[in-house]
């Protein structure tokens, strides 16, 4: 069972655009919920984090929009520069007891940003 | 150097083959982590350590899987008779009480077995 849904699979913007990636969660034990960043090679950087008292963060150029009833979160990646290209990873992790330190993460999304 | 350090970062092993993966977490860091990652995939967590104790092992995918943290500072992850199955990106991360919620990876090691 996938407990966290991660859409789109790849995504192509134009330079200055804005970039959006989706994430859904089943487990109403999440609390924190952040996004990677991966380079080709390298390994997951912390790019923004979130916690659910709050419906959004905002962070320089990125943004995440979390809605707690329908258990979605969002990055939005605005202005979007060649690079900013990536693989992108949301991930959620529990409050309490074995799971407030296992991140659960989605499949990625590659995303080019083309000159 | 500051970050989470691993090696080595390439190893090509064949089946059969037992092998070795080592992480140097970043000094002080209490909480240790293991995930792999495998080709066009999320990462998925495998074992977690909280100083020498192994808190976590849920995740190792079989009895060929073993992680050890002896003197709460170095990790081992060791993977005997390795299948093709297990060629994957082997990451380790670390965090401390100081660091909040920031889990820092390491580059990983790229593990091929043919």
């Known amino acids: 069972q996938q407990q966290v849904k991660q859409s789109p699979q790849s995504l192509i913007v134009q330079k200055g655009g804005i970039s959006i990636i989706n994430c859904a969660y089943e487990n109403t034990a999440f609390d924190y919920f952040p996004w990677y960043q991966q380079f080709p090679g390298k390994g997951p950087a912390l790019l923004i984090a979130i916690r659910p008292d709050v419906s959004e963060k905002k962070e320089g150029r990125f943004t995440i929009s979390f809605n707690k009833s329908a258990k979605q979160f969002s990055l939005h990646i605005m202005d979007s520069q060649p690079g900013d290209s990536a693989t992108y990873f949301c991930a959620a992790r529990g409050k309490s007891g074995g799971s407030n330190y296992k991140l659960t993460f989605g499949k990625g999304t590659l995303l080019t940003v083309n000159p | 150097g500051a970050g989470v350090s691993q090696s080595p970062r390439y190893k090509v092993a064949k089946r059969g083959q037992d092998v070795a993966l080592r992480c140097d977490p970043i000094?002080?860091?209490?909480?240790l982590f293991w995930y792999q990652q495998a080709l066009g995939q999320g990462p998925e967590f495998l074992t977690y350590?909280?100083?020498?104790?192994?808190?976590?092992k849920s995740g190792l995918p079989s009895d060929r899987f073993f992680a050890e943290r002896p003197e709460g500072s170095v990790s081992t992850l060791k993977i005997q008779r390795t299948q093709q199955e297990d060629s994957a990106v082997y990451l380790c991360?670390?965090?401390?009480?100081?660091?909040?919620?920031?889990?820092?990876f390491g580059e990983g090691s790229w593990l091929t077995v043919v």
């Open positions: 350590f909280q100083n020498e104790a192994q808190l976590d």
């Open positions: 991360a670390s965090s401390s009480q100081f660091s909040g919620n920031t889990i820092y």
């Open positions: 000094s002080g860091h209490v909480s």
